[in-house]
């Protein structure tokens, strides 16, 4: 289906030029303007962020990366000087801008799946209110014996949900500082001169888009059928038959392996995720806001996201259980939180080979 | 397929009466005398037995099941004092007997399993040299802190392969004693007046099978149906629809439940379990020495065997992380351990829905 559309010798294809990129250059300029106005409106400066900077703050997300893939798959067209210097910029602001978001999410997963693991015993608001010292006892600490709670039903059978739950309060400790120094980190960039810099510069790409001499009257086609072969690429070298078959436990080998997350299988699967990317964001610029959304597209790269986060929060697990002191119960509970979030990410690559499939399959 | 055999309407199967019960009886009560005779010239008694008294108490195991399974299905044509009188007793020997295998094979399936989850850092014949206090040391006891391996490449880095290594030491020295307790438990059944008492009934069927004065010209058919519907019955019963979706996380629910294991939820798997093998028996005494080979039916037996297994093998795990005072990276990889058990307890769902399902769709 995309490779349909990216077809050089399709007449419909064939009328998209550099004038095509400047103008999908500047609308996300534009964009990327107005999230910083309206963040900047909307408290952005605040310790925890409302709901509209938070918008914001994805919005400046969503177009930094957009011009920075383009700056990237259309960089022929492009003056090189500029498009190298901002490319790294880009890239800075965008991941320092990710992580409170990442934390966040990350810390909301594991307490689901905490929750899911623990029947309806322990909800992710007690988690909160437990008496393991709260958000000032510092992360990296080790929890406080507190007795047994007055809920448990006997000692024995009481220990694992305690052990659940004090998980989740080590988590909850550990994630939400983190997040909090992701959220200065965050505020700290946005007032630096080096985000000022790049500011002006999308400001100035938001009027003059700095296109090559050739580039007006250039395809833009054949570039973007590079990212979506670099994108094939690497999909053809990823393990897809092993993932295709269910319960193949692969995302858990090395599970108790001396080398800690994250763990290097995941890695070609993160930089298809990527890849995915570029190819959506070429396609947009290609087909503007008649982009047709490709489903199975959509779906592959929500197994790659869901890939990722379960990468993510299986290594968390594993690093609050090399928290010093904890107890043996707390420990076994993140053990089973690890494995239980590596079997998410062997789900995602399942998910993901079925869809890449389906997508291959349906190619007319 | 086997519903085609088991046919009341099938000229072929109405020949099957109740004299081919009673050959089939006296087949496996004469097994079962062959294989006593086996283990008490191969050494049964021994604190270890041999490779050959093992595969003789095996055949025990194997011809015991098959009478008491015979019995049951078969109950309207044996003499009811009788077979109601034995049936207990036959449950009791095989089981008793079977208890020392089922321990010696569940440490194996967790020791690969902890194996695989450390990459190829802990072997199998690492873990029974470790030092950890060895079987002597008893089990329940916590474990000794020993200082950090010799191996350990950084005390963090080190820290979850030292786990991996304590649990499998912890689980070894904990199910060898179990083993050998259910060894010596099963040299006193097999010495005692009980026992005895059960193999004088055997040899008497060996000869002469209880029948009643019907039963040489009744049809086996109904009876060996309605054992094939009580399983089907169960099966249907079974949430097949969940268990088809891979990756559906079904088995890890109540992980962490204060509730230990055995898990409620298993309770309907190892019914079917039970009820196929009643089936299959059904099928042998209806088709004898000339019983076809059903692959499905193997298969989907196999599965739920995994399930079994692989059922006691987490609590096993769930189990030893109650030992008090162990370390918390012991705690962990117990943790890890176990969430890999109940995955590969949904895969063996998931392996049997496959089966079941072609041997439905299989049917002519």
Redesign the interface.
Known sequence: MAQQHLDPTDPAARAVTGDALGGYLRAQATEFLRALRLHRENGGGAANGSAESVDAARALRRSARRISASLHTFRPLLDTDWSEAIRPELAWLSGTLAMEHAYAGRLERLLLA?H????A??LPAQLGTSDVGGAGAGAGSAEVASGPPAA??TP??????V??AKAGALLERQLTLARTRAHSTALQALGSSRFHAVADNIAVLASEVPLTSAAATADLCPLATAAEERLTDAVAALPLVTAGH??N?EA?????????APHPQDAPWHQVRLLLRLHRYAREVLHGDNSPVDVRLLAAGQALNRHRDASEAAAAA?QA??TP????????????????QR??V??AR??FQQSWQMQTVGTP
Chains 1, 2 share one sequence.
């Open positions: 905490l899911r693991l623990s029947g015993t322990v448990a039903p024995e059978r009481g220990n694992l949900t052990g659940a269910p319960y436990a858990l080998i090395h599970g108790l392996s001396p080398d800690p594993a259980a090399r002191r904890i107890a043996p119960a707390t420990a076994y509970a993140l053990g089973v939180l690890h494995a239980d079997h998410e062997e789900a399942f998910a």
